[in-house]
């Protein structure tokens, strides 16, 4: 073992970040990055944080309704409390960190509206809020004297101990071992699983199937938000969002004759959840014979539209489309993951020492579907709540023993075929994506089982390739099996 931490974070978005400053500096922590440290889904978010700050004009209440409502009552509503009740008080702790939202001229926080909100309660910085949270935590962490960071860092293995675990690294081609009594995964989404997504090149759900792989909980993995207004682009993977914030200014949505069809669908119109709206592109789709669909914010003031989505505004004129003057070409793609490592009201997992938060969890909060801007809240709320119950932990039990170290495989072995992590994408995108093919759900999970059998029976090196092809094979498994079953 080359060093033990009382902790092991895994992941540095918001929830890893947050989590690593919420422990008090005698507990020694591991920060692992499995890329560079900016680089997380959290960093992609754009449209801001929800809370309620304002208790005359809003209230828990209406907070609480709208994310039961948005997630079609299969909340867990306690979880929804806690979030709803104790998020205000983390954004403002990390406001005083020095995350820059964006203020009023009367200094108050700019709060706007978004799809499924009652009530003007998204604080937000610009359109890269997301960005600002992690940018503002990293420079907290890099000050730490208890916190060590990590960056491009593999986790390729991870062993459960009595008191513990042992986790194996892969850094600069070579292996790294570490020992903690906790671990948490802060892991992010599972948008590599996909053909298409907004999310993060290093989202493959790494975390949820090593959680998977020690035997823990993993709930509800089916319940997958696919955003409604991804930029179109002809061939990236990975396509930037259109921020939920720009219809909550006013865009419309318009079909490929150049109308407006949201209404036509529910009576909430472009500002439904994301799902309705979603669904109401591929059902359009369908009846126009086309997937050329638009976004509209051009009847707004063009210095209002650039000064309110600036990055937005840049990405799109790189891609040649002023958003000020043209329409901006969307469809939509997978964006976020509801389910999950399940984990209780302590973050904690069924496996003993192992924590969970962030995109990675199921806390129950978004039932079956996220309402905007509750995401980077659960991050922080969850995050600080497993550095909260491990410290407790920790000064209850004090520093165990991990127990025998486990025999650790070489990292050597074949290559790795192309083409298992293409294979793994165009099978759930086809099976499993808006308007779901029951049809296909048994053929494609017994293809994916073929192809988890092939990666665990040989003896591949162990690359991010590798470890990544393992990650997404199994997380379509679990998806495909609980919708193939109805467990969803």
């Known amino acids: 073992m080359d060093k033990r931490y009382d902790v092991v974070i895994v992941g540095t978005g918001a929830a890893g970040l947050y989590a690593a400053i919420n422990f008090p500096r005698d507990v020694s922590v591991l920060l692992i990055s499995k890329r560079e440290l900016p680089l997380s889904n959290s960093s992609l978010a754009q449209g801001g944080v929800a809370c309620v700050l304002d208790t005359v004009h809003d209230n828990y209440k209406l907070h609480i309704n709208d994310t039961l409502i948005a997630g079609k009552y299969k909340n867990t509503l306690s979880a929804v409390e806690k979030l709803v009740k104790e998020g205000p008080a983390d954004v403002m702790r990390i406001k005083e960190l020095g995350v820059d939202f964006d203020l009023n001229p009367d200094g108050t926080l700019c709060k706007t509206l978004e799809a499924g909100h009652s009530r003007h309660r998204i604080v937000h910085h610009k359109d890269s809020t997301g960005k600002a949270i992690v940018d503002a935590l990293i420079e907290v962490v890099q000050t730490l004297p208890n ?79 696919f955003h409604p207004t991804a930029f179109a682009a002809d061939k990236d993977r990975e396509r930037f969002l259109i921020s939920e914030a720009v219809r909550g200014e006013g865009a419309v949505l318009l079909n490929c004759n150049g109308e407006r069809f949201a209404f036509d669908y529910d009576k909430r119109g472009e500002l439904a959840p994301r799902d309705v709206v979603s669904n109401a592109i591929a059902r359009e789709a369908i009846k126009t014979g086309s997937q050329d669909f638009y976004l509209d914010i051009t009847h707004k003031p063009a210095d209002f539209v650039r000064e309110r989505f600036p990055m937005i505004y840049e990405r799109c004129l790189e891609e040649g489309v002023d958003i000020t003057k043209d329409r ?92 298992f992590r293409s294979k793994i994408r165009e099978i759930l995108q086809d099976a499993y994506f808006v308007l779901p093919k029951p049809e296909k759900y048994e053929e494609s999970y017994r293809e994916i089982e073929e192809i988890i059998k092939q990666l665990f029976s040989e003896n591949y090196e162990i690359t991010s390739g590798f470890v990544e092809a393992k990650s997404i094979a199994v997380v379509a498994s679990i998806i495909l099996d609980e919708v193939r079953e109805g467990n969803q």
Do not use: W
């Open 328 to 419: 901006i070409p969307v469809f939509p793609c997978q964006h976020y993951l509801m389910g999950g490592i399940d984990v209780d009201l302590n973050s904690r997992t069924s496996i003993d020492g192992l924590y969970a938060a962030g995109e990675c969890a199921h806390t129950g909060v978004h039932g079956a579907n996220r309402l905007a801007s509750n995401s980077l809240l659960e991050a922080l709320v969850y995050s600080r709540t497993a550095a909260q119950d491990i410290t407790a932990r920790l000064k209850k039990y004090g520093r165990r023993p991990l127990g025998l170290e486990p025999a650790h495989r070489p990292i050597t072995g074949r290559p790795i075929p192309h083409g």
């Open 147 to 225: 916190v060590d960071m990590l960056d491009n860092a593999l986790l390729y293995s991870i062993h459960k101990t009595l008191n513990g675990f042992y986790l194996s690294i892969l850094r600069e081609n070579k292996p790294y071992y570490y020992g903690c009594n906790y671990c948490i995964f802060a892991t992010g989404g599972i948008g590599r699983v996909y053909q298409y997504t907004t999310n993060s090149a290093i989202a493959t759900g790494d975390g949820i199937a090593f959680a998977h792989m020690l035997g823990a909980n993993i709930r509800n993995l089916s319940r997958i938000q």
